[in-house]
């Protein structure tokens, strides 16, 4: 098969799915044929291409693309045609990765169900009446949806591992600073972290492979190269565990998951010992504090963040009739341009940074990622991956966590954590509940990255 054939093809499936679907915001057919062709080119030529070569793939629309529409989710960066490429994006692009195009968020990566995205839901391939998760729901759809076979997520809080759970896809967070954060659209630099989506845990690995690795234009890029994730895949594909200690988290036992959702996760490691692995339990008596202390210090990062979206710079201007005064258009531009939880995240963190609170919120807040990242270490030391289920819940049906904040945040109770540390965390399919997938989690230590991929293989 040419390149060109495979994108075609999956060009065709895009067509003929996206009206289910909506996993796209925008597909670069043109751009797509020109990457599989010059992939083609080079190939007729005699010339070495890498495993990824003409291989395509969706990329979550807070990455930024060169010229390709690039909005995040939001209504205040619509039309925004970005004059570079993140650091991501070159590496794939070098690689010979064929870009479809775009894909769904919630408004700038916040969210768990792509419903706050400003252009309307994507919906769960396995039953349409259901969220994808999120905030990355349109790249874990369209690769549950076979429209591509690889895709882009970033993971703050879980955009990429819960996505991936409540799809049947797999979705790896790197270790934070182990992928640039270069042209990322910001969020919460703090926790930002681009990462692969894909239907098994090689494929997840090779992309990640390529994307990963020091920049020197983002400052809390790691100097070291990625751990070998790719060959770390391929021992666990062999099945065999032996002397792998899984870390089971007391706190985590019985807390919140759903029957369904719990039993899927006994199985899965069931099936991680018959292959060898051992189970010791860990306690980490600070990770009830994860979601709390997230939803304080994201919101404080996003309100900075966010400050530069001012109706000059990017995007939508509202107001600008010469009637308005530049603050007037500002004000307008932002209470137009961003969407009610976009509002309410600003409004925290405004507050919880202003002078006389920080102490009390921000600090405090900092404080317990310490203590999260102790508990981490200490329980590494007796085991070498920590296991939980990805998410309490299955996909849950549209419309029916939006009217409550805290319900909506309660899908990131147990992949928060590894954020707040900053290890590397995966989603792998661990079976169904009521028809429906549900994802073991397994997380290691910073820059230990190809430990869960082994683990991860082995499962499959
Ligand atoms: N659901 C989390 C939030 O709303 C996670 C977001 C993310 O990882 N981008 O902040």
Redesign the pocket.
Same mark, same amino acid.
């Given at each position: 098969l040419s390149a060109v054939e495979v994108a075609t093809a999956h060009l065709d499936r895009i067509d003929a799915v996206e009206g289910k679907v909506h996993a796209f915001l925008h597909v670069d057919r043109d751009g797509a044929l020109k990457a599989a062709k010059d992939v083609d080119d080079a190939r007729a030529k005699g010339e070495t291409t890498g495993p990824l070569a003409g291989v395509p793939i969706a990329v979550k629309d807070v990455i930024t693309t060169k010229g390709v529409p690039t909005t995040a989710g939001s209504k205040i960066l619509e039309g925004w045609r970005p004059p570079y490429d993140a650091t991501i994006m070159t590496r794939m692009r070098e690689a010979g990765l064929v870009m479809l195009g775009k894909t769904n968020m %919630?408004e700038f @990566?916040?969210? &768990?169900s792509t419903e706050y995205s400003a252009y309307g839901p994507t919906y769960n391939p396995w039953d349409t009446t259901r969220i994808p998760g999120? &905030?990355g729901g349109g790249s874990a759809a369209a690769v549950a949806a076979y429209e591509a076979p690889l895709a882009i997520g970033?993971?703050? =809080? =879980? &955009?990429i591992r819960q996505p991936a759970a409540v799809t049947g896809t797999v979705g790896a967070k790197p270790t934070y600073g182990g992928t640039s954060r270069y042209g990322l659209v910001a969020?919460s630099s703090s926790l930002d972290t681009p990462g692969p989506c894909a239907r098994t845990v090689e494929d997840a690995a090779l992309l990640h492979a390529i994307i990963g690795g020091h920049d020197p234009r983002d400052s809390t890029s790691i100097p070291q190269p990625v751990p070998d994730v790719v060959a770390a895949a391929r021992l666990g594909a062999t099945g065999d565990l032996s002397g792998v200690r899984l870390g089971l988290v007391k706190e985590f036992a019985g807390d919140g998951a759903e029957p369904g959702v719990a039993a899927a996760y006994r199985e899965s490691v069931d099936a991680l010992v018959k292959l060898g692995a051992e189970v010791v339990e860990v306690s980490c008596p600070s990770f009830k504090f994860a979601l709390p202390a997230y939803y304080l210090i @994201?919101p404080s990062e996003c309100s900075s963040n966010l400050a530069r979206f001012d109706g000059v710079r990017f995007g939508l201007r509202s107001g600008d009739d010469g009637k308005h005064s530049l603050e007037e258009v500002m004000q307008l531009t932002r209470e137009e341009g961003f969407g009610a939880e976009v509002k309410r995240r600003i409004i925290l963190g405004t507050y919880a940074l202003s002078a006389g609170y920080y102490d009390a919120y921000y600090g405090q807040a900092q404080k317990v990622r310490t203590l999260i990242s102790r508990d981490f270490a200490q329980a590494f030391e007796k085991a070498d991956v920590l296991v939980a289920p990805t998410t309490p819940f299955v996909a849950f049906p549209l419309g029916s966590r939006t009217s409550d904040p805290y319900q909506m945040?309660l @899908? %990131?109770l147990y992949t928060i954590p590894s954020n707040l540390y900053g290890g590397p965390a995966i989603s792998v399919p661990a079976g169904l509940s009521e028809g429906l997938p549900v994802g073991l989690q397994i997380m290691a230590p910073t820059m230990a990255d190809d430990r869960m991929y082994r683990v991860a293989a082995a499962l499959e």
């Amino acid at each position: 098969l040419s390149a060109v054939e495979v994108a075609t093809a999956h060009l065709d499936r895009i067509d003929a799915v996206e009206g289910k679907v909506h996993a796209f915001l925008h597909v670069d057919r043109d751009g797509a044929l020109k990457a599989a062709k010059d992939v083609d080119d080079a190939r007729a030529k005699g010339e070495t291409t890498g495993p990824l070569a003409g291989v395509p793939i969706a990329v979550k629309d807070v990455i930024t693309t060169k010229g390709v529409p690039t909005t995040a989710g939001s209504k205040i960066l619509e039309g925004w045609r970005p004059p570079y490429d993140a650091t991501i994006m070159t590496r794939m692009r070098e690689a010979g990765l064929v870009m479809l195009g775009k894909t769904n968020m %919630d408004e700038f @990566a916040m969210g &768990s169900s792509t419903e706050y995205s400003a252009y309307g839901p994507t919906y769960n391939p396995w039953d349409t009446t259901r969220i994808p998760g999120g &905030s990355g729901g349109g790249s874990a759809a369209a690769v549950a949806a076979y429209e591509a076979p690889l895709a882009i997520g970033t993971d703050t =809080g =879980g &955009s990429i591992r819960q996505p991936a759970a409540v799809t049947g896809t797999v979705g790896a967070k790197p270790t934070y600073g182990g992928t640039s954060r270069y042209g990322l659209v910001a969020f919460s630099s703090s926790l930002d972290t681009p990462g692969p989506c894909a239907r098994t845990v090689e494929d997840a690995a090779l992309l990640h492979a390529i994307i990963g690795g020091h920049d020197p234009r983002d400052s809390t890029s790691i100097p070291q190269p990625v751990p070998d994730v790719v060959a770390a895949a391929r021992l666990g594909a062999t099945g065999d565990l032996s002397g792998v200690r899984l870390g089971l988290v007391k706190e985590f036992a019985g807390d919140g998951a759903e029957p369904g959702v719990a039993a899927a996760y006994r199985e899965s490691v069931d099936a991680l010992v018959k292959l060898g692995a051992e189970v010791v339990e860990v306690s980490c008596p600070s990770f009830k504090f994860a979601l709390p202390a997230y939803y304080l210090i @994201a919101p404080s990062e996003c309100s900075s963040n966010l400050a530069r979206f001012d109706g000059v710079r990017f995007g939508l201007r509202s107001g600008d009739d010469g009637k308005h005064s530049l603050e007037e258009v500002m004000q307008l531009t932002r209470e137009e341009g961003f969407g009610a939880e976009v509002k309410r995240r600003i409004i925290l963190g405004t507050y919880a940074l202003s002078a006389g609170y920080y102490d009390a919120y921000y600090g405090q807040a900092q404080k317990v990622r310490t203590l999260i990242s102790r508990d981490f270490a200490q329980a590494f030391e007796k085991a070498d991956v920590l296991v939980a289920p990805t998410t309490p819940f299955v996909a849950f049906p549209l419309g029916s966590r939006t009217s409550d904040p805290y319900q909506m945040y309660l @899908a %990131d109770l147990y992949t928060i954590p590894s954020n707040l540390y900053g290890g590397p965390a995966i989603s792998v399919p661990a079976g169904l509940s009521e028809g429906l997938p549900v994802g073991l989690q397994i997380m290691a230590p910073t820059m230990a990255d190809d430990r869960m991929y082994r683990v991860a293989a082995a499962l499959e």
